[in-house]
Structures are given as C-alpha cells and as structure tokens.
C-alpha cells in the first residue's frame, strides 16, 4: 500500500491534535477537581450523581422546612411562657382580692390591673411569626381574636374570629414524614369543659369590681385548670421542638453522606491526575518528536523547536 507524503502529514496532525485533546481532558479535570464533567465521561457515574443531586435538593428543602418550623415554635414557646406567667400574675391578684381584709376599693384597683392583664393577653392572642398567626392553626391570615373596648375603657370582650374546628398546619420533614408546627387557640385558651382562659379572667374581673368575695375566690380553681392545660399546651410544644432539632440532626448527617457519595463518585484523585497530566504532556513531548523525524523538513520540526 503506497502512503503518500500527505497521507503522513494528516497521521501525524492527528496524532499531535490527539496528544493536545488528553492533555486538555487532563488538565480540566485537575483545574475543576471533578472526573465525571460530562456524563460522556462515565454514563453511569453521571446517572448516579444527578440521582444523588435531586436527593441533596430534597434534604435542602426539608432543612429549610425545619428552620422555619423550628422558628414559628421557638415564638410559640415564648408566647406561652407570657401566657402562663400572665395566668399566675392573675392567680395571685385572685388570692389577693378574695382576702376578706381587702376593702371594695383595693378590689377596684386590683380589677383595673386585671383589666390590663386581659389586654397583654389578647395582645399575645394575636401575635405574629412573620406573616403568620401564632395561635391561628390553618387560617394563620387572620388574627384569632377582635378586642373591643367598652364604653367605661375596660376590655369589653374578646370575640373569636377563628372556626369552630381549626386544624394546625403540618410541615414536611422528610420521606413521607410530616409534624405539626402550630397551634390552634382553642388549644390554648380553651380548657376544660367548655372554659376560656379569656372568659376567666373577665369573670374575675367583674366579680372584683362588685366586691364579691365569693365569686373571687370561685374564679381560682378554674385559674388552677387553666395552668395545667397551659403546661401541657407548652410540653407538647417542647416535645416537637425536640423532635424537630433531631429530624435537622438527622438530615445533616444525610447531607454528608450524600456529599461524600457524589464526591467519590465524580471528583479525582489529585495525585492520580497530576500524574496523568504529567504522561499526557511527555506523550505530548514525544509525539512532537516523532513527527519531526517522520517529516523533515516540515511545520512540525519548526513548531518543536
């Protein structure tokens, strides 16, 4: 077979061209420290690394979802602590005020800081996580309660704006995993048979302005109810929050190993690398030579030297 001088002169351009494409292979994959840049590079890893990818952005998603729960309970649990002191504050001022030795004028006093406590609790009642109702279960738009004023400046009443059933809201954790990060007000206020937290406190507050000791002294048992539901209100909150950290816990041992797998699976060896770039480029070297002497005088003896 007779291999014409322009025969050998492509041969060897595509030998060299052949040589430069390993080393510029070798040398991006040591600039990005990644193996697999294309899934051309091993169709298998690629799969395997978009599959691990899609996993990564799940559990990156499931962290934000714990956060912002983690934040709205973190707010509740604050509420509650005001809302129980606020009870106590009002339990003591009940003891105060059902003393035989207080005169009808120091249970007028004690109504009118009744009467501010009934406000800082409706204020509370109200409050807001961003955007968000603490107490509004699944309508978290609309605020739990409407205040109104009597005509004397006292708190009239404090009328609900929430449905009959309010169902809390549920966030998605993981897998087939959701909890509940709200609470509904009838969670909080209302207790017992029918009793409201609300609805205590404007009893004892008109049972101190008619100086009656009696009804002042009625009012404590339901304040002593209305505590132990507010402790178990604030348990249950401490009880997700608890589990709502070991679910964060958990998902950022799974981002490390997931982590680790797409970097096992598509990062190089650095060592190994400079090694193969170091023998792409002598290959390089070595091609150059051999064209020179196949082809002299030629391009390719000139670009050698």
Sequence with gaps: MRITHHSLV???????????????????????????????????????????????????????????????????????????????????LAVQGANDVTSAQGRQAIAEQVDGLLRELASIANRKSGNHYIFGGNETRVSPYQPIDGEN??????????????????????????????????????????????????????????????????????????????????????????????????LENQAVSVTDRISRLGDIDIAQAMTKLNEDMISYEMALRMSAKSIQPSLVNFVYL
């Design 10 to 92: 492509e041969q060897v351009i595509a030998n060299v061209e052949s040589r430069m494409r390993q080393i510029a292979e070798s040398q991006g994959r040591v600039s990005t420290g990644r193996r697999v840049r294309k899934p051309s590079d091993d169709p298998a890893a690629a799969g395997e690394i978009l599959s691990q990818q899609s996993r990564m952005n799940r559990i990156e998603q499931y962290k934000r979802n714990i956060t912002s729960g983690l934040s709205h309970l973190g707010m509740t649990e604050n509420a509650l602590a005001e809302i129980r002191d606020i009870t106590i504050r009002t339990r003591g």
């Design 153 to 250: 400046g006292w708190l009239e009443q404090v009328v609900p704006r929430y449905q009959e059933q309010q169902s809390p809201v549920e966030l998605i954790y993981g897998e087939g995993e959701r909890a509940e990060v709200t609470l509904t007000a009838d969670d909080t206020f209302d207790f017992g048979d029918g009793e409201n937290l609300f609805a205590v406190l404007f009893d004892l507050r008109q049972a101190l302005a008619d100086d009656d000791g009696q009804a002042i002294g009625d009012v404590l048992p339901r304040l002593d109810e209305a505590l132990d539901n507010l402790n178990g209100v604030t348990a249950m909150v401490g009880a997700r929050i608890n589990t709502a950290n070991s679910m964060l816990d958990s």
